[in-house]
Nanobody, 119 residues
Framework: QVQLVESGGGLVQAGGSLRLSCVVS????????MGWYRQAPGKQRELVVI???????NYADSVKGRFTISRDNAKNTVYLQMNNLKPEDTAVYYC?????????????WGQGTQVTVSS
């Protein structure tokens, strides 16, 4: 099993910055992909960014150039640095981890952290 705990959300003015953290515990050796997703009120959960064990990243177009994902393997922590935040970035942000075992994908989710950007 894998457990994910996010922190770092909050209220910030447009143009400001926040850094989200996701501490990963449990069977971390099985994980292949880490990432962040978000869900705004009334909308579906959407990809923000993912990073593979090899360091390949995939950012949503809406956050390219503003958000940066990083990993500290020694601390089993994944970060999401968010700069130049916009009101449309307001959402609950979820940390995600993926494991692939015998061709099957397993998804693990954190509890989510609220990010609110005021105009």
């Amino acid at each position: 099993q894998v457990q994910l705990v996010e922190s770092g959300g909050g209220l910030v003015q447009a143009g400001g910055s926040l850094r989200l953290s996701c501490v990963v515990s449990g069977s971390t050796f099985s994980l292949s992909v880490m990432g962040w997703y978000r869900q705004a009120p009334g909308k579906q959960r959407e990809l923000v960014v993912i990073v593979t064990n090899g360091g390949t990243t995939n950012y949503a177009d809406s956050v390219k150039g503003r958000f940066t994902i990083s990993r500290d393997n020694a601390k089993n922590t994944v970060y999401l640095q968010m700069n130049n935040l916009k009101p449309e970035d307001t959402a609950v942000y979820y940390c995600n981890a993926k494991a692939y075992v015998l061709g099957k994908e397993y998804n693990y989710w954190g509890q989510g952290t609220q990010v609110t950007v005021s105009s």
